[in-house]
């Protein structure tokens, strides 16, 4: 066990519609990121938060977007749903922000949009 | 612009053989590695790291890995495998550039089955 929780771990949806996975570090970790897990893509990198506050970008498309709350956990926003949205949705957290330091990964939220 | 290779998409190895699965990098600075595991409708899970220091490094689970900067490499490796290591080995390197700065690049994954 990590100490990254994420819930729900499993979410059916429609095309079209909008979900909020959520995730919550592991105790003292200022940095949540959050990655997709596809068939095609392999994994890719979202977006990362640090305390707070936007800290890098990856291949996050625009109907997406994230915040991370002052308690530190983050939500991650899926709006206006495609069938190719259907993914494996991680969240890592660290301690900083530094290139050093490890992620540790949650056990995933399953997004299925039919 | 940093990248990982994962030329293996699987590799079978018989239960207390050794086992390798490679992973070649390429980073404009300094290369930070990381090896993760995924095991079915588990998350990632850290094995070990290279940062500076010693080309071998160890991490969970008896694994190691040995760091090349002339093959520029980063193998993954352990002397004597067991059924329970079958899963799915991701090598990443950390981004270094841009606006994705801090974030893991991975590579596609290798499988690797260990039959008894």
């Known amino acids: 066990d990590s100490g990254v929780t994420q819930t729900p771990k499993h979410l059916i949806t429609a095309t079209g519609q909008r979900v909020t996975l959520r995730c919550s570090p592991r105790s003292g970790d200022l940095s949540v990121y959050w990655y997709q897990q596809s068939l095609d893509q392999g994994l890719q990198f979202l977006i990362q938060y640090y305390n707070g506050e936007e800290r890098a970008k990856g291949n996050i498309l625009e109907r997406f977007s994230a915040q991370q709350f002052p308690d530190l956990h983050s939500e991650l926003n899926l709006s206006s749903l495609e069938l190719g949205d259907s993914a494996l949705y991680f969240c890592?957290?660290?301690?900083?922000?530094?290139?050093?330091?490890?992620?540790?990964f949650g056990p995933g939220t399953r997004l299925t949009v039919l | 612009a940093q990248s990982v290779a994962q030329p293996e998409d699987q590799v079978n190895v018989a239960e207390g053989n050794p086992l390798t699965v490679k992973c070649t990098y390429s980073v404009s600075g300094n290369p930070y590695l990381f090896w993760y595991v995924q095991y079915p409708n588990r998350g990632l899970q850290f094995l070990l790291k290279y940062i500076t220091g010693d080309n071998l490094v160890k991490g969970s689970y008896g694994f190691e890995a040995e760091f090349n900067k002339s093959q520029t490499s980063f193998h993954l490796k352990k002397p004597s495998a067991l059924v329970s290591d079958s899963a799915l080995y991701f090598c990443?390197?950390?981004?270094?550039?841009?606006?994705?700065?801090?974030?893991?690049?991975f590579g596609k994954g290798t499988k690797l089955s260990v039959k008894p």
């Open positions: 890592a957290s660290s301690v900083w922000s530094s290139s050093t330091d490890t992620q540790y």
């Open positions: 990443a390197v950390r981004d270094q550039g841009g606006g994705s700065q801090g974030n893991l690049i």
